[in-house]
């Protein structure tokens, strides 16, 4: 397999990533394995997974490519990353190179719904598999620093201090700031703020969330992964950002309603 890093500066991209290791937490929600706790035992099966997705792609954008659009179903896309254990010890570890999967991912999807030539597919294809690449080498280096102690344990994203419905709440709050923080064009923190949020926030209040509403669930996913990195990245307007996380706060109003029902419910029960 070859890896997105190149010899030539692979001890800056180590560097890079092994501050990133030591200095952020990682945490995750409930769902999430055991198996990101024992990254170095499990090396071999995320591999494995990698490898079945860059064909599992593949096979999908050849299938469009000889067949059109009515022979492949995008919703795939998701369905593969989701289900493998990879997903989470990336997400775990290294959130920058897991919202870069997401955006190759959805750009697949995207080029493929929007009918574009298969050439422009495979131009998203190949950005998704180097992102995929790129993140399995940054959990090898994290299993490194498991392993000699540097990595405090996984656990739940879920706060103590806050209810579920508090914590979107707070979501909400930090996604001010980042339009705050992008206006000020300080785009490195707005995009921090968006990564942390989504990890240490939204991650605990997912599984809630997907019991009520799956689709409320994948389109926020997108949004935090894809659609507003993407906005501070290139640049947008700070019209074009505020108008991002405005609607994202719509969908989190949502989400607020249906936590609170739910959170309700418990409370009926008990």
Known sequence: MNLLFKPAKALGVSLLLASAFITQPVLANGPIGEHVN?????????????????????TMVSDYDTKGAKAVKTDDLIEYWESVKFHSAIET???????????????????????????EVRKQQQAMNNALWQGLGAVKLAAKFQQQGLLANVTTTATKEMTQSATI?????????????FAERLNDEATEIVHDTY????????????????NLVEVLE????????????NNKSVDEVRNVISDMQTKLDR????????????????
């Open 255 to 270: 989400a607020k309603t249906l936590i609170e029902k739910a959170e309700k419910t418990r409370k009926d029960v008990f």
């Open 199 to 214: 990890l240490h926030l939204f991650e605990g209040v997912e599984g809630t969330l997907i019991a009520q509403d799956a």
């Open 222 to 233: 997108k949004d935090f992964n894809v659609t507003l990195p993407l906005a501070i990245s």
């Open 93 to 119: 570890n290294f959130v920058p190179v897991y919202a870069s999967i997401w955006q190759g991912i959805y750009g697949v999807k995207m080029a493929i719904e929007n009918k574009q030539p298969a050439a």
């Open 38 to 58: 024992h990254l170095q035992a499990n090396l071999k099966s995320y591999g494995e997974e990698v490898e079945w997705m860059v064909g599992k792609v593949d």
């Open 169 to 181: 709440d707070e979501i909400k709050h930090r996604l001010d700031r980042v339009v705050a923080k």
